[in-house]
């Protein structure tokens, strides 16, 4: 993922520059090896396997069957196959950037954090950032700084240079913002992982505990006819949960089935001039029919994975698909259109790339192309969206800018 980052133009972002900020994250508390840290704010580790949940050992059982490697270590750069899924929730509480950065340097008397604030948008001299127009407890007002850092995410972060007038120009002034600068990418690009589930009934017999982990295994592999290591995630989970609404209301097993790098893009235009609307997301799933054809395999597996003698006892029946809509790729795209859903791994709004790229937003160091004080550090810069989760990436992503800021 990251050589091909370098390759568009962004040559420090390859692999081998940005695997120190990787270590410098992470305390991996199971693997001591060159590529894992051990002295970071972030930990890092496995569900043991003798801790494994019966469906757990299952889908494990059934993917080796099939053919798959055994993959212990997910974060090693030549990983594929089934294996613990890497976490960072000791004792169940995910230790977020929140907790594991921000929270020791409260005491910090040059820092000031404050809640419930909203960034209405970028007050500009010329092409010069130099304030932040903001709204809290009701008052609105301006903070002024030198260098000003959008990190609002990967929706957040576009919309808020389309309300300064950072953008497509036609769409920023057809909404009655004056445009400060031109720039088509913003918005455009959005990236994301398309998935969809395939949900299981179990036998009543069968325990599931709704505050045991949802998923500790997952299978990583390459779609056939793929030119992407490793395009394809699946990962299996239950949904015993206890909170109100969830979409599954019974309790079972299911399936997800992950498009790891899509071709189809989205984008993300302005609702209105408000900064109180949210922005409207065209993601575009499954337009592309390659996209398409490797979902379609990836729910075929699943429904081979069942056949494995581990499973028997344990799922009475598949909820869906159903057989008639497996029986064609017609029938199954239908389902697939239907069903698929966010990975909530949205990426790639404002993304990196050189001058020469007529739809980057910022240049390799995150600076606003033809823009003067101001970068975007989050999600939204990457070029492409990685065949992972996208929460260490991001972090990175910060380290590594804030030793060119030093």
Same mark, same amino acid.
């Given at each position: 993922?990251?050589?091909?980052?370098?390759?568009?133009g962004?040559?420090?972002?390859?692999?081998?520059?940005?695997?120190?900020y990787?270590?410098k994250?992470?305390?991996d508390?199971d693997?001591?090896?060159?590529?894992?840290?051990f002295d970071?704010?972030?930990p890092?580790r496995r569900?043991k396997r003798e801790?494994?949940?019966?469906?757990?050992?299952?889908f494990?059982?059934s993917?080796l069957a099939q053919?798959f490697?055994?993959d212990?270590?997910?974060?090693n750069?030549d990983?594929a196959?089934v294996?613990?899924?890497?976490?960072?929730?000791?004792e169940?509480?995910?230790?977020s950037?929140?907790?594991?950065?921000?929270?020791?340097?409260?005491?910090?008397?040059?820092?000031?954090?404050r809640?419930?604030v909203?960034?209405?948008r970028?007050?500009?001299?010329g092409?010069r950032?130099?304030?932040v127009?903001?709204?809290?407890g009701?008052?609105?007002f301006t903070?002024?700084?030198?260098?000003?850092i959008?990190?609002s995410?990967?929706?957040?972060?576009?919309q808020?240079?389309l309300l300064?007038?950072v953008g497509p120009?036609?769409?920023?002034?057809?909404l009655?913002?004056?445009?400060v600068?031109?720039?088509?990418g913003?918005?455009?690009n959005l990236?994301?992982?398309p998935?969809v589930r395939?949900?299981l009934?179990?036998?009543?017999?069968f325990?599931?505990d709704p505050h045991a982990?949802?998923?500790?295994?997952?299978?990583?592999y390459t779609a056939p006819g793929s030119?992407?290591r490793?395009?394809?995630q699946?990962?299996a989970s239950?949904f015993?949960?206890p909170?109100?609404g969830?979409p599954?209301?019974?309790e079972?097993i299911?399936?997800t089935?992950?498009?790891e790098l899509a071709?189809?893009?989205g984008?993300?235009?302005l609702?209105?001039?408000?900064?109180h609307?949210q922005?409207?997301l065209?993601y575009h799933y499954l =337009?592309e029919?390659w996209?398409?054809e490797?979902?379609?395999?990836a729910?075929? @597996?699943? +429904?081979?994975?069942?056949? *494995?003698? %581990?499973?028997q006892?344990m799922?009475k029946?598949?909820?869906t698909p159903?057989? =008639?809509?497996l029986a064609?790729d017609?029938?199954l795209?239908a389902w697939l259109r @239907?069903? +698929?859903?966010?990975?909530? *791994?949205i %990426?790639?709004?404002?993304k990196?790339?050189?001058a020469s790229d007529p739809m980057?937003?910022?240049?390799q160091?995150?600076r606003?192309?033809g823009?003067?004080?101001?970068?975007? +550090?989050d999600?939204?810069?990457m070029p492409?969206?990685?065949?992972?989760n996208t929460?260490?990436?991001?972090i990175?992503?910060?380290e590594?800018?804030?030793?060119?800021?030093k």
């Amino acid at each position: 993922d990251y050589d091909s980052w370098a390759a568009l133009g962004n040559d420090e972002w390859g692999f081998i520059k940005v695997l120190p900020y990787f270590r410098k994250l992470e305390t991996d508390t199971d693997i001591r090896d060159d590529f894992h840290g051990f002295d970071g704010p972030i930990p890092v580790r496995r569900h043991k396997r003798e801790t494994w949940l019966p469906a757990q050992n299952a889908f494990y059982q059934s993917c080796l069957a099939q053919g798959f490697a055994e993959d212990l270590d997910m974060n090693n750069p030549d990983s594929a196959g089934v294996g613990p899924i890497p976490m960072n929730n000791p004792e169940g509480i995910r230790m977020s950037t929140a907790l594991t950065y921000l929270n020791p340097q409260r005491h910090v008397l040059n820092l000031t954090i404050r809640p419930n604030v909203l960034a209405r948008r970028i007050v500009f001299e010329g092409k010069r950032a130099v304030a932040v127009e903001v709204e809290s407890g009701g008052e609105t007002f301006t903070v002024e700084a030198e260098e000003i850092i959008v990190s609002s995410g990967a929706i957040a972060s576009p919309q808020l240079l389309l309300l300064s007038g950072v953008g497509p120009a036609d769409h920023i002034r057809g909404l009655g913002i004056s445009v400060v600068h031109e720039l088509p990418g913003v918005g455009q690009n959005l990236r994301d992982h398309p998935n969809v589930r395939v949900p299981l009934e179990v036998y009543d017999d069968f325990p599931l505990d709704p505050h045991a982990p949802r998923s500790q295994t997952a299978l990583r592999y390459t779609a056939p006819g793929s030119q992407h290591r490793n395009d394809i995630q699946i990962m299996a989970s239950s949904f015993s949960s206890p909170i109100s609404g969830d979409p599954l209301e019974a309790e079972g097993i299911r399936f997800t089935c992950i498009l790891e790098l899509a071709e189809g893009s989205g984008e993300l235009t302005l609702a209105s001039s408000d900064p109180h609307v949210q922005p409207n997301l065209e993601y575009h799933y499954l =337009e592309e029919p390659w996209d398409r054809e490797r979902l379609r395999e990836a729910v075929r @597996l699943c +429904v081979r994975l069942l056949e *494995h003698p %581990s499973y028997q006892g344990m799922v009475k029946s598949r909820i869906t698909p159903t057989d =008639e809509e497996l029986a064609s790729d017609e029938a199954l795209d239908a389902w697939l259109r @239907l069903n +698929v859903s966010t990975s909530q *791994h949205i %990426s790639g709004t404002c993304k990196m790339g050189p001058a020469s790229d007529p739809m980057a937003v910022v240049d390799q160091y995150c600076r606003i192309h033809g823009l003067e004080g101001i970068r975007v +550090v989050d999600a939204s810069v990457m070029p492409n969206v990685i065949r992972a989760n996208t929460n260490a990436t991001t972090i990175m992503i910060a380290e590594r800018v804030a030793d060119w800021m030093k």
